[in-house]
């Protein structure tokens, strides 16, 4: 039999156990064209939460009563395509299911003797190629410019920092832990640090750790952080909005500040995306991260839960802040 976790119901507020189901299925048969393949290491991100909901987005919602989805490492375990073979490893947006079959589309091959399998889902994925085209595209980075990352301890944060450095920039960072913090500085060789949870007043501490003022804020949390780093922006400030973490479980419309006098008085870019926005960069955005990390100019941590069945449980788990980097599940 193949275990396979649904979607029960939508979570309101923040996710419980209570929204998902177990289930067991038959075991698939590929048919022509089709591959096997059995899932190896499960990737959960904060976005995935915006998918419970019914609603609108750049990307379908997940439907109730049926099989959540992610980015996944699997083996092809047999092979009625031409494009791939059996013990191929491949890496794709996938169904939470031990077993799944696949005409192959979106899927590509990685190789484990290159970089650990892990790392396709972190720094050689989604992960870091959303640091990366982000900061390429929107935030337009230029040495000697001061940058603020805020959820700087977490895989997509971490990742921005450090490219950051490798462009000659004064970083600093955001995140809500003095381990986070410390992390952070040492680790990932940020410049200053700010923690959240124990300032009282947010708008002074970025001017205080930005005494020449902000030139790009990468946000991965959204809320009154935002705030306070627009007040900070300097002329011609490029804001990426990337994330909004703070707000995911929120049951109604946040409200917050008017931010148009201060887009307009000092001409800033405020701009949202997704990684998908750039789908044709994620070769050479790849390729340029696989570089730096040959050179050990990037780094980076994980999480790693064991087990199927503890998937769900890692995904609440990003929202008490239980990861270090990169949550992923080995299957």
Do not use: H
Request: hydrophobic fraction near 35%.
């Amino acid at each position: 039999m193949n275990k396979v976790i649904l979607l029960k119901k939508r979570p309101e507020g923040k996710p419980s156990l209570n929204d998902f189901e177990f289930t067991e299925e038959e075991k698939p048969q590929p048919k022509d064209g089709e591959l096997l393949l059995k899932t190896k290491y499960v990737s959960v991100d904060p976005y995935l939460r915006g998918r419970m909901r019914d609603e609108k987005s750049y990307i379908p919602p997940f439907e109730v009563g049926k099989a959540l989805e992610s980015g996944i490492i699997a083996e092809v375990i047999e092979s009625n395509n031409k494009n791939f073979q059996k013990c191929d490893l491949v890496n794709g947006m996938l169904q939470w299911k031990q077993f799944q079959t696949s005409n192959g589309n979106g899927l590509n091959k990685v190789d484990g003797e290159k970089a650990p399998l892990k790392a396709y889902l972190g720094i050689l994925g989604l992960t870091g190629i959303t640091a990366y085209l982000g900061l390429k595209k929107i935030g337009k980075l230029e040495k000697g410019e001061t940058l603020l990352v805020s959820g700087a301890a977490g895989a997509v944060g971490s990742v921005v920092g450090q490219i950051g450095k490798i462009k000659g920039c004064r970083v600093v960072g955001i995140a809500g832990s003095e381990e986070k913090i410390d992390r952070i500085q040492e680790k990932f060789g940020f410049d200053a640090a700010i923690n959240y949870k124990t300032t009282d007043n947010m708008k002074k501490a970025i001017a205080e750790a930005c005494p020449d003022g902000v030139d790009v804020y990468f946000d991965n949390v959204g809320g009154e952080i935002l705030d306070a780093a627009l007040m900070n922006m300097n002329k011609y400030g490029r804001v990426i909005n990337c994330g909004a973490i703070s707000t995911y479980n929120d049951t109604e419309r946040p409200t917050g500040p008017r931010v148009e006098t201060t887009l307009i008085k000092n001409s800033i870019l405020m701009q949202g995306f997704t990684v998908r926005d750039f789908v044709k960069d994620f070769g050479p955005a790849q390729k340029r991260l696989a570089q730096w990390m040959e050179e050990d100019k990037l780094t980076y941590m994980e999480t790693v839960v064991e087990g199927f069945e503890n998937i769900p449980q890692a995904f609440i788990d990003l929202f008490d802040g239980k990861n270090k980097g990169k949550m992923i599940v080995v299957v």
